[in-house]
T-cell receptor, first 113, second 111 residues
C-alpha cells in the first residue's frame, strides 16, 4: 500500500501564474487535509475534504486558493496568480476515518520567482 | 482545539532515553493526545496517541498523567534518526477533525 503521494515534489512558478498541487491519498482513505509550512515556521492547517465535499476550509486564504477532492482522482490544491509570499512547502495528509492517525505525504515545495 | 505547551528545544545523547513533556491543562474529557514528529525536509509522521491509559508501540511510549493535564513522550533509546520536531496535539473525538500543530519541541541528538 503506497503512502500518500504528492506531486510535483518541487514546483517553480513566476508571479501571476497558476500552481496546481496534487495529492493521492492512501488506498481506502476518504479524508484529505492540506497544510502549508512557510520557511522556518510551523504547519498551518488550510482545508479538510472528504470525497466531493469541503468539510472545513477555515485555514484557506479568502482569495486565489481553492481545493477539491473529486470522486475519481487526486485531491487538487490550486493557487491562482501566485505571489512570492506563496512560496512554501505544502503538505497533504489522509486518514481512513475521522480522529484516526493521519498519514502525510512528502510535500510539494513551491517557489515563486 | 485545546492548547498544548511544549519546550522549544531539548537535547539528548544517542542511545539514551528521551522524555518529551507536554502540558495540556485545559484538556477536555473527549480529547485524545496525539504525537507527531517532523524530520528535516520531510512531512510529519505519526508517532503515537492515547486517551487515558499509557500506550506503547514500536516507536515510543506515551505516559499520561492521572489528571490528564500533562503527558510525556518517551523514546527509549534515541538514535540520530530521532532528531526532529515533535508535536503534541489534542484532537477532540467529536469535534473538528483537523490536527492543529503548535511550535513543537526541536529535539537534537548528540552522537
Amino acid at each position: 500500500n503506497a503512502g500518500v503521494m504528492q506531486n510535483p515534489r518541487h514546483l517553480v512558478r513566476r508571479r501571476g501564474q497558476e500552481a496546481r498541487l496534487r495529492c493521492s491519498p492512501m488506498k481506502g482513505h476518504s479524508h484529505v487535509y492540506w497544510y502549508r509550512q512557510l520557511p522556518e515556521e510551523g504547519l498551518k492547517f488550510m482545508v479538510y475534504l472528504q470525497k466531493e465535499n469541503i468539510i472545513d476550509e477555515s485555514g484557506m486564504p479568502k482569495e486565489r486558493f481553492s481545493a477539491e477532492f473529486p470522486k475519481e482522482g487526486p485531491s487538487i490544491l490550486r493557487i491562482q496568480q501566485v505571489v512570492r509570499g506563496d512560496s512554501a512547502a505544502y503538505f497533504c495528509a489522509s486518514s481512513p476515518l475521522t480522529n484516526t492517525e493521519a498519514f502525510f505525504g512528502q510535500g510539494t515545495r513551491l517557489t515563486v520567482v | 482545539d485545546a492548547k498544548t505547551t511544549q519546550p522549544n528545544s531539548m537535547e539528548s545523547n544517542e542511545e539514551e532515553p528521551v522524555h518529551l513533556p507536554c502540558n495540556h491543562s485545559t484538556i477536555s474529557g473527549t480529547d485524545y493526545i496525539h504525537w507527531y514528529r517532523q524530520l528535516p525536509s520531510q512531512g510529519p509522521e505519526y508517532v503515537i496517541h492515547g486517551l487515558t491509559s499509557n500506550v506503547n508501540n514500536r516507536m515510543a511510549s506515551l505516559a499520561i498523567a492521572e489528571d490528564r493535564k500533562s503527558s510525556t513522550l518517551i523514546l527509549h533509546r534515541a538514535t540520530l534518526r530521532d532528531a526532529a520536531v515533535y508535536y503534541c496535539i489534542l484532537r477532540d473525538v467529536g469535534g473538528a477533525q483537523k490536527l492543529v500543530f503548535g511550535q513543537g519541541t526541536r529535539l537534537t541528538i548528540n552522537p
